[in-house]
């Protein structure tokens, strides 16, 4: 074995030790799996950040009887809130950034910056606030020293190298291929996975073969003496016979076992289609309607959707003035447009229009592909930072559509893809979204292999979405605005 650091059990069987097997690797909050690195690295910047912004706010004003100790901690409180939300809006406690050194510390400078912004507007609107110039200043100077330090230390001696789950895969075919072929850091991060087991000789080998471990003995006994956390399942033929007693006497032993749609659900946030059987969508978790959750995501989508509205006004007239002049004063500013949403109800979505009048004179529905000609010089500015798309606050407003969801296609081509995968049309069991778990983790897509794609976190959402889930994905996706990723 190569650089895995495995021992073989002895003779005698060992005795479990208790670990907190909780902190390593992800776990479920809110249905959503998060990473307990970031988690950690979180509330250290979380706590740090407060430090700094009580420590200089605390002797930026006198506190008195007349009630100004309110407003002092209000002072101290903002700029944590602001830079932790800022922080969170870039991207930077998402388990798939892949971004350079540069890229990290450009971010960071952008999130305080963010967080400055956010801070002077509340003390524009509520200047009984003791947060003058100078102690944001220095508030802000203070809190970039400590993430850029913890950073730095996070970067070299956690991620990657603390608190993930050690991993057995018992398989060495063409599924268990599919865990030796995640290379990225992006999607290990959580994972150290030990190597792959084989149990039948005679199996076709598809994985490497420096990862395919030589146990002698039980199972049981190489977990416990490597201190495994999770054994995952990855046999090409679900009717081989697998060593139930040993895999019982792991469970029992603390030792998780697990399915590797499971695991690929965990680790990547997706339902793998092209390892998916009825099976585990019959018996898995989710899915499930829920009238309190329904009701709690239509009153964020109503309040929020209101309140963008009045927030974004200003650049929507600017936008649709733009649209007019280069239009030549004529033609119209809005492009309203057929899609399909929950249940598959038919409505009009409407966007500021970003294309010749004359897009489609063919009548045939066609994909957006790169440096689409048909795009005019205002519509590609604001296809880059998705000004296109504010009218769709009006569809979330009167019902058409969520905040988050699906992304809402065509009915032409809703037909097309669910003759491809039948599962395509299990997406509209939600309302479609103007931002979207798969927007979020895939470039956007202008083809049949992009959609099926996007299908797979889809699916994800369906069956785990919740308010928290929503309001992470509405987080990160400022990052996807300011940073123009998956523009077209």
């Known amino acids: 074995m190569n650089d895995l650091n495995v021992r073989q059990a002895g003779s005698e069987r060992e005795v479990p030790k208790a670990r907190m097997r909780f902190c390593h690797g992800k776990f479920r909050l809110f249905g959503h799996f998060v990473h307990a ?37 209000l002072s101290a409180v903002m700029p944590v809130a602001a830079f932790s939300f800022s922080l969170a809006a870039m991207g930077l406690y998402d388990t798939r950034q892949r971004q350079s050194f540069n890229g990290i510390a450009s971010r960071i400078v952008v999130a305080i910056l963010f967080g400055m912004v956010l801070c002077a507007c509340v003390g524009f609107i509520f200047p009984q606030t003791t947060l003058t110039a100078g102690s944001l200043g220095l508030t802000s100077l203070g809190s970039l020293a400590v993430v850029a330090i913890v950073r730095g230390l996070f970067y070299a001696f956690v991620d990657g190298h603390m608190l993930r789950k050690r991993v057995i895969v018992i398989g060495v075919g063409q599924r268990a291929s599919s865990i030796d072929r995640l290379r990225r850091k992006s999607d290990m991060r959580a994972v150290n996975l030990l190597g792959f087991v084989c149990l039948d000789e005679s199996t076709q080998r598809e994985v490497d073969q420096d990862r395919i471990l030589k146990i002698k003995g039980s199972i049981r006994d190489f977990a416990i003496a490597n201190r495994v956390d999770e054994i995952v399942i990855a046999l090409d033929d679900r009717r081989q016979k697998l060593p139930v007693e040993d895999l019982l006497d792991c469970r029992m032993s603390g030792i998780d076992i697990v399915d590797m749609l499971d695991f690929f659900e965990r680790e990547r946030g997706i339902i793998l289609l092209s390892l998916l059987y009825p099976g585990w969508l019959v018996f898995a978790k989710g899915f499930a309607p829920d009238a309190l959750r329904a009701f709690k995501k239509r009153a964020l989508d109503w309040l929020v959707s209101f309140v963008l509205l009045l927030v974004f006004a200003p650049f929507m007239l600017l936008t649709a003035l733009a649209i007019y002049i280069e239009s030549g004063f004529k033609g119209p500013i809005l492009y309203r447009q057929k899609r399909v949403g929950r249940h598959g109800h038919v409505f009009d979505v409407i966007k500021f229009r970003s294309m010749r009048t004359d ?130």
């Open 37 to 73: 690195q970031f988690v950690l690295l979180a509330l250290i910047e979380f706590g740090l950040i407060s430090a700094v912004s009580y420590s200089v706010n605390a002797g930026s004003a006198a506190v008195d009887a007349s009630g100004s100790f309110l407003w002092l901690l």
């Open 359 to 488: 897009a489609e004179a063919s009548g045939k529905a066609q994909w957006a592909v790169d440096n689409d000609p048909r795009v005019t010089r205002v519509g590609h500015f604001i296809r880059k930072y998705r000004l296109d798309e504010l009218p769709q606050l009006w569809n979330v407003f009167v019902g058409d559509m969520s905040l988050v969801g699906p992304r809402p296609e065509r009915p032409e081509f809703v037909e097309h893809l669910g003759e491809i995968n039948s599962l395509y049309r299990e997406r509209h069991r939600l309302s479609p979204g103007v931002t979207g778990w798969a927007q979020l983790c895939y470039p956007y897509g202008a083809s049949d292999e992009d959609s099926i794609q996007k299908l797979q976190y889809d699916l994800y959402y369906v069956k785990n979405h919740s308010i928290f889930l929503d309001i992470y994905i509405l987080i990160q996706t400022v990052e996807v605005v300011l940073f123009k990723k998956g523009s077209r």
